[in-house]
Each structure stands twice: as structure tokens, then as C-alpha cells.
Nanobody, 115 residues
Framework: QVHLVESGGGLVQAGGSLRLSCAAS????????MNWYRQAPGKQRELVAS???????NYADSKKGRFTISRDNAKKTVYLQMNSLKPEDTAVYYC?????????WGQGTQVTVSS
């Protein structure tokens, strides 16, 4: 069983930065793809960024240049550094782990960007 616990969300002014963390339990972290999703009120959940077990990174187009995903396999943690935040970045951010046919989600952390 894998548990994912996100932290680092909060209220920030437009133009500010936040760093989200997602700590995983279990033994499959290093071999898993890790993803950050977000869901704004009234909208579908969308992929923000992903990093494979070998470190290949992809970003949703609108996040390129502002968001940085990284992982620390020794700490079983994935990070999302978010800079130049905009009010439209306001959402619940979820950590996601995928390993073979298994998939796990964290409980989410709220990010609110004020204008």
C-alpha cells in the first residue's frame, strides 16, 4: 500500500512562489512515475507536470517556465516549485503515483493566489 501526503500549499499573492512537496510511503517510489495534477472549482482535474522514474520531465504547456518538478528518491518525495503564480493557478493540487497498473492519489493541498 502506498500513501501520498502533500504539503506546502497556502495563500500567496500574485507573482509569488510556493513549493509543494509530496512524501510517499512504501517501496515502489523510485520505480514510479510521479505526477502533479490540479483541480480548480468547477473544472476538470488537469495534469500540471510529470517526472518518470528515470527523470524524464514533461509540463503542461501553460506551466513551462514557471513550474519545476523534481524528485528525491532517497526521501521518497516529489516537489513542485511554482513561481510567478497567477490567480488562475488557484486550485487543489494533487500528487499522483503510477507504477505498472497501480495508481495512487494524495489528499490534495489547496493553493490560493490572490490578485
Amino acid at each position: 500500500q502506498v500513501h501520498l501526503v502533500e504539503s506546502g500549499g497556502g495563500l500567496v499573492q500574485a507573482g509569488g512562489s510556493l513549493r509543494l512537496s509530496c512524501a510517499a510511503s512504501g517501496s515502489i517510489f523510485s520505480g514510479s512515475a510521479m505526477n502533479w495534477y490540479r483541480q480548480a472549482p468547477g473544472k476538470q482535474r488537469e495534469l500540471v507536470a510529470s517526472i518518470t522514474s528515470s527523470g524524464i520531465i514533461n509540463y503542461a504547456d501553460s506551466k513551462k517556465g514557471r513550474f519545476t518538478i523534481s524528485r528525491d528518491n532517497a526521501k521518497k518525495t516529489v516537489y513542485l516549485q511554482m513561481n510567478s503564480l497567477k490567480p488562475e493557478d488557484t486550485a487543489v493540487y494533487y500528487c499522483n503515483l503510477k507504477w505498472r497498473t497501480l495508481e495512487y492519489w494524495g489528499q490534495g493541498t489547496q493553493v490560493t493566489v490572490s490578485s
